[in-house]
């Protein structure tokens, strides 16, 4: 009897501890599936950021090399303004994939790989002010910015790149191109005093003045026209940009 009372509370010592630690074995499993590891999330977007790398150098550099395809293809083999609405479409694709640091990356790309195949002269002309220009658009189309503004901006950047265009010319060609643009603008203006029936004849600083205003409203028009060429294709390219004035949707019987 006493052999049987020693073996069975010898068996019940043996066979409690394996019974309290199957207990607990799920009880600290949950408890530790339940704690969140600070460090666990560090690797993943590593590994995400590691992943899309070479997806953003490669489309970086292919979209720049594109902008400057196409500026060297309109300068040699001008086509009027069928491909200068795509100057800065390519830089503007680049932010809206990738951000304002891929951007700026492909600008400065165009410009050197410009400055390699037609001398720096060249490349900062399209540097200035279509690479900053598209940098622009990328980002205002970004935020969903209207069109009103964006063509504002885009206006304003194109009329500064050519008053800078006339400045390098002229610092290189040794002479002030402005008093041609002068000039012509001045045989028009009285052209239409002539037409208007008005005798007075317009100072120089209100000619230099139609003369700005003409060329506002010019780059006005061309920011309208990449705004609609962005709008056909970035949609099918999965990149949309804001949606334009219901006029706008009226006017190119444009459907969503």
Not at 2 to 8: G, I, Y
Not at 93 to 116: D, E, T
Not at 117 to 130: A, C, D, E, N
Request: proline share 6%; glycine share 6%.
């Amino acid at each position: 009897m006493s052999d049987f009372f020693s073996a069975d509370s010898a068996s019940n010592l043996s066979s409690s501890p394996n019974t309290n630690n199957d207990a607990q074995n799920p009880a600290i499993s949950a408890l530790s599936a339940d704690r969140t590891n600070p460090d666990s999330d560090s690797p993943d977007r590593t590994s995400d950021r590691s992943s899309t790398a070479p997806l953003r150098l490669v489309e970086t550099a292919f979209l720049a090399s594109t902008a400057s395809l196409i500026w060297l293809v309109n300068y040699y083999f001008p086509l009027g303004p069928l491909l200068r609405v795509f100057f800065p479409v390519p830089i503007a694709l680049v932010y809206l994939r990738w951000g304002q640091r891929a951007a700026w990356m492909a600008a400065l790309v165009s410009g050197l790989l410009l400055s390699v195949l037609m001398g720096p002269t060249r490349s900062i002309l399209y540097v200035i002010p279509f690479g900053i220009m598209g940098v622009a658009l990328g980002g205002l189309w970004r935020r969903k910015t209207s069109w009103s503004v964006s063509i504002s901006l885009g206006a304003l950047i194109g009329t500064f790149g050519f008053f800078f265009r006339f400045w390098l010319l002229s610092a290189l060609v040794g002479q002030d191109l402005w008093v041609y643009v002068t000039a012509q603008v001045a045989e028009m203006v009285e052209w239409v005093f002539v037409k208007l029936g008005w005798l007075s004849v317009p100072s120089l600083n209100t000619i230099q003045a139609i003369a700005a205003g003409m060329i506002l409203v010019n780059n006005i028009i061309y920011l309208f026209v990449v705004h609609l060429v962005a709008l056909l294709l970035l949609d099918r390219l999965g990149n949309p940009i804001p949606r334009p004035p219901r006029w706008v949707q009226v006017l190119i019987d444009y459907e969503e």
